[in-house]
C-alpha cells in the first residue's frame, strides 16, 4: 500500500473531468493546483531512539528478520489513513513514525515482545492493516524510551467449525484473504468495511467495525464468539460459546479495546454458507425523509435486505455526476424520476445475498414496503455500480488531495426519532463552521446501517483545502461536528472508532466514570502502561 | 408470594395420581411421605444486627415506612428460590436473613443508602423479585456491620419511544406489571423467561435473563439499549444508542453484574409492536440428535420460530406422564408416532408470533425444514398445552419437595459441534453421581435457545431426597454437572446466572486474568467492596 495514500502503485483512481468541474465550480479550488506528494526519500523521520539492548531483545524474540527500522518500513507505520494522516504524510512529515516495526509469528512471539517492551518502557501500537482513519495506529512516545508498531500481518491461521458456522481467524488476516480461506470451506464472514482491502481482522475486532453489508450479516461485534488478547498481564480468553449468563461479558471489553488493553491475536466469529446469489438494486425516494421512514418500516418489520443504504440529495447528486451509481442507468433514470416527481431526490441501494429461492421472497417484501413508503425501483443498474464502486471511496480521495479539495468522513449512530433533527445539527455545524473560515462545504450524508430501534448517519465534506492552514481547517470542522453529535444525542463514532481523534469526546460518551472503569481495566492488564498509548482514552 | 416456595398461597400445582405414582416407581421414594415447610413464627433468625445510627440514617434516606425488620420481610429476602434455598427455608432456617429491608423509590434514594452503607460497612443486596435460583440474592454479612437487601420493588416507571421501539423501564417492574403498562402503548418486550410472574426488568439485566421466546425476541443482552448502574462511586450510564464503536461496550459490563458493581435502577430496552396472532405447534422427532440436527439447519436456514423447545426422549416421556403437552392431543398423538416410528421419541414446541402474513409464511418455511429434517407435525394441541403450562415448573416443585422428591434444573450452552457430547457428559454426570449415592435421578433435557453458532441445554433431574442430608445430596450432584459442563467446553451458566452456586467455576468461565478484571472494575466502583458479597466472583 502506498505510504502517502490508499490502495497500491498503478491504482490510481480518476475522477470524471466534468466531475472535477463542479467540485472547482461549487468549492472555488483553483484550478491550477496540481499538488503530489513528497518523495519517500524526503520524508522526515526522527533517529530511531530504541535502547541497543532493547533492540536485540526483540530481535531474539521475532527473529532479526523480523525487526525493520528501514525508511519504507517506519514511514508506512508512522500513521493511519485520515485525512489529517495524509495531509501530514504528503507534506513529508513522518515525525510520529515508530523507531522499530516488529513482526510476530505467533502468540508467544508477542509474549516476548510485550515483556522486553514493559521491562524497557517501550511504547506498543498494535498495527493491522494500519487503515484507521481516526488516529488509531499513530505513535506516541512522549514519556516512554521509544516505541514500536507491532505488526500482525505474519498471523494468518484460519480454522473453520462448519457444523457451527464459526472459524477462528488471525488477528493479521486482510480482508481479501481472510475471505479466500473461508470460500474455500464454502463459508464467509460477509464483514466489507469500505477497507476491506486493507485491513484485518484483528482490525475489525479491536475497533468494533461494521461492514456495509452489517444490517445483514451484522457487525463484527455480533460476530464475536470468542476472541483472545495477549496483554501485558496475561492472557484473556473467554469461552467461545453462543452465548452465556455468567456475570459480565469480557468479549465486549476486548472488542472495541483499540489496542489499549493488549494485543488481540485471533477471534472467532460466526460465518455462513458463501451465497449462491447477490441482488443489488437501487430505489429512490423523494426526500431523505420519506426514505429514512421508509427504512425505519422496513428494518421494524424484518424486512431489511443485507445491505441497505440511503444518500441524501447531495450525496445523490454528487454520486450521479461522478458516475458512482452507474452512468448509463442514471441518463434513463434521471429522465423517469423527473416524470415521478422525484428529481433532485435520494438514492437508495438495497442489497440481498443467500438462497434464490429466500432472496426473492425477502426481496418481494421489501420492495412492496419500499414502494409503500414512497419508492420508486431503479432497477439493478445502480445496484451493480455501487457494487463494483462499494471500495473506491478512498482512492478518490488521494486524487482529491492532488487537486486541493479537503475531503473527510464521520459518522454517528442514533435511534430513529432522534434521526432527522442530528442529520439536521450535524450538517449544520459543518456547514457553518467551513463557511465561517471562507471555505463553505458541500455536506453529504447516507445512512447505511440499519438496526429496529435507530439508525446510522455517515457524513462526507468536501471543502476548498486551505493550503496553509490545513490541518487547523481539519480539526474546527471535526471538532464542530463532534460536539454536534454529543450534543444531539450520537454516539461519537459509529463504526470508525476512537482512536486519537474522538477520544476527547469519551467523557460525553461514557461519562466520567466510565472512563475510570476502562482505566481500571487498562491497569490490570497493562500495568507498565505501554499498550497504544494517547488512544481512546483521553488525556 | 410464599416464603418457602413459589407462588402465592392458593395457587398451588397438583400432580395427577398417576404421575406421583410413576415417580415413586421410578425413583423409590417413600409414598408415606408428606412433607411441609415449618410456620413462619417457627423459623430461625439472627437478631437484626444493623447499629442504631445506621438504621436512622436508612431510614432517613428512604423514609420510615420503607425500611422493615419484621420477621415477613426478614425471611422474605433470606433467600432466592433455588432447590438448596428451599431446602433450608422449608426447615426454618433464615440464618441469613437481612438485617434490614429498605425500599427505595428513586435513584437519589438509591445513592443516599449506598452512601451510609459505604460508611457503615454494611453490605447490600439488590433485590428484585428475588426469584434466583443461584443464590444470587442470599445475604452475605461475615465481615460487615450487617446487611441489607435492598427491594427494588417501588422502581416502576416507564416511559415509551414508539417510534424507536424502545422503552425505558424501571428496575422493580415484575414481568407482568411491565407487559401490561407496554401493551397500553401496543408495544411489547416479548421477555419471558418462566420467573415471568415473579422477576423484575431489574433482576433480568443484573442476571443476562433468556426468556422462553428469546430465540425470536431476543435475551436480554440483546435487547439493552442502554442501561443505569447506581455504584456507590458514582452513576454509571452509557448512552442509548442502537450500536457503537466507541471503545468497550460498558453496557455489556453492567448487564450479568448481579449487583456486585452497583444497582441498575433502569434500563431502556428494546421493544416490539405486540403480535396480533401467536401460533404455537408440536413437533415429533425419533430421537433428540435428529431434533437438535434438524433445529440446527432450521436456524442456520434463518427459519428459526420465535420459541423453539425440544425435549429428549425423558423429558417427552414425563411430561406426557404429567400431561404438560395436552394430554388429549396426546393420546391421539401417541397412537400416530406409534404407526410412524416415532414412540419413545422427543417433543419439540415450536411457536410463531407476529402478523398473520408473516407468521404463516414463516411457520410453512419453519415446517418443510423440520418434515426434512424427520419431523411429525402434532398440530396446535401440545403448543398450546405448553403455552398454558409454560410458567408451571416451579410450582410443581412445591408439590414434589412435599413429597420427598429432591428436583433441580441447571442449564449450559455450547456449539453445535459440541452439543451431543456435551449433553452426554453432563446427563451422565448426574446419572453416575446420584447412583452412586443410592438416588438413582431421573435426568432429563431440552434445547429451549437457538443460535447460529449453537443452543443451549437444560437439564431437569428428580432423585429421592436424602432426608437427613438433603444439601449434601444437591451439592454433589451440582458440583458433578457443573465439572462436566467446564470440562466440557460449555459456559456454566446460558441463564440462570452465576450468584453464589457457579461462582467457583467462574475462573474456567474467564479465567484467572478475566476475574482480576472484572475485580478491578468492582474496585473502582464499589471501593468500599459492599456490594452483593459473595457473588459472582469466587472467594
Known amino acids: 500500500m502506498r505510504w502517502w495514500g490508499w490502495g497500491e502503485e498503478g491504482h490510481e483512481a480518476s475522477l470524471p473531468g466534468t466531475a472535477l468541474e463542479l467540485l472547482r465550480n461549487q468549492l472555488g479550488v483553483d484550478p491550477s493546483l496540481e499538488l503530489s506528494p513528497v518523495a519517500l526519500e524526503a520524508v522526515r523521520l526522527p533517529e530511531p531512539r530504541l535502547p541497543a539492548s532493547a533492540r536485540e531483545r526483540l530481535a531474539g524474540a521475532v527473529g ?3 525487526v525493520r527500522d528501514d525508511r519504507q518500513a517506519r514511514v508506512e507505520h508512522a500513521a493511519g489513513k485520515g485525512y489529517a494522516d495524509l495531509v501530514r504524510l504528503r507534506s513529508g512529515d513522518a515525525s510520529s513514525a515508530p523507531d522499530l516495526v516488529v513482526q510476530p509469528a505467533s502468540d508467544g512471539e508477542i509474549e516476548a515482545v510485550l515483556a522486553a517492551c514493559a521491562d ?13 482513519v481516526v488516529g488509531g495506529v499513530e505513535p506516541v512516545s512522549e514519556g516512554f524510551a521509544g516505541v514500536i508498531a507491532l505488526d500482525l500481518r505474519r498471523l494468518t491461521g484460519v480454522t473453520v467449525d462448519r457444523l457451527s458456522q464459526t472459524a477462528t481467524l488471525a488477528a493479521g488476516l486482510l480482508g481479501p484473504e481472510a475471505e479466500r480461506r473461508l470460500g474455500a470451506e464454502g463459508v464467509t464472514l460477509g464483514h466489507a468495511p469500505q477497507s476491506f482491502e486493507y485491513s484485518t481482522v484483528g482490525g475489525w475486532v479491536a475497533t468494533r467495525s461494521a461492514g456495509q453489508a452489517s444490517t445483514g450479516y451484522g457487525r463484527i461485534d455480533e460476530l464475536v464468539e470468542g476472541v483472545r488478547l495477549i496483554a501485558p498481564a496475561g492472557e484473556l480468553a473467554g469461552r467461545a460459546v453462543p452465548a452465556s449468563a455468567a456475570g459480565p461479558d469480557l468479549r465486549e471489553l476486548i472488542v472495541g479495546s483499540e489496542g489499549i488493553l493488549g494485543v488481540i491475536s485471533e477471534a472467532t466469529l460466526r460465518v455462513r454458507p458463501v451465497p449462491p446469489r447477490r441482488r443489488y438494486e437501487g430505489w429512490s425516494f423523494r426526500s431523505f425523509e420519506d426514505g429514512c421512514e421508509a427504512f425505519r418500516v422496513m428494518e421494524q418489520a424484518g424486512a431489511s435486505p443485507d445491505v441497505a443504504r440511503l ?10 455526476a461522478t458516475g458512482s451509481t452507474g452512468s448509463a442507468a442514471n441518463r434513463l433514470g434521471q429522465a423517469y424520476l423527473r416524470m415521478r416527481g422525484h428529481e433532485g431526490g435520494c438514492v437508495a441501494i438495497v442489497g440481498f445475498e443467500g438462497e434464490e429461492d429466500d432472496l426473492e421472497r425477502r426481496r418481494l417484501r421489501c420492495a412492496a414496503l419500499l414502494r409503500a413508503g414512497g ?4 432497477g439493478r443498474g445502480p445496484g451493480e455500480a455501487w457494487l463494483r464502486g ?6 478518490l480521495r488521494d486524487t482529491l488531495l492532488d487537486h486541493g479539495v479537503m475531503v473527510e468522513t464521520l459518522e454517528t449512530a442514533t435511534t430513529w426519532s432522534n434521526l432527522g433533527p442530528l442529520y439536521a445539527a450535524v450538517s449544520g455545524a459543518l456547514r457553518d463552521t467551513l463557511a465561517q473560515r471562507g471555505t463553505p462545504p458541500l455536506v453529504m450524508c447516507h445512512v447505511s446501517h440499519l438496526y429496529r430501534s435507530g439508525a446510522s448517519l455517515y457524513f462526507s465534506f468536501l471543502a476548498r483545502q486551505e493550503q496553509e ?3 487547523e481547517q481539519w480539526r474546527a470542522a471535526k471538532t464542530a461536528a463532534s460536539d454536534a453529535i454529543v450534543a444531539g444525542g450520537g454516539t461519537i463514532t ?8 474522538h477520544a476527547p469526546w469519551m467523557r460525553a460518551e461514557v461519562g466520567a466514570l466510565g472512563l475510570e472503569v476502562i ?3 487498562k491497569e490490570r492488564l497493562d500495568p507498565a502502561g505501554i499498550m497504544n498509548p494517547g488512544k481512546l482514552l483521553p488525556a
Open 469 to 471: 492552514t490545513p490541518l
Open 494 to 501: 459509529h463504526h470508525h472508532a476512537v482512536g486519537r481523534d
Open 375 to 378: 419508492g420508486v425501483g431503479l
Open 120 to 132: 524497557a518502557r517501550i511504547a506498543v501500537v498494535p498495527f493491522g492493516g494500519g487503515t484507521s
Open 64 to 66: 532479526a528478520d523480523h
Open 311 to 320: 444518500s441524501d440529495a447531495q450525496e445523490t447528486s454528487l454520486s450521479m
Open 519 to 521: 482505566r481500571a481495566a
Open 390 to 395: 462499494r471500495y473506491a471511496g478512498p482512492y
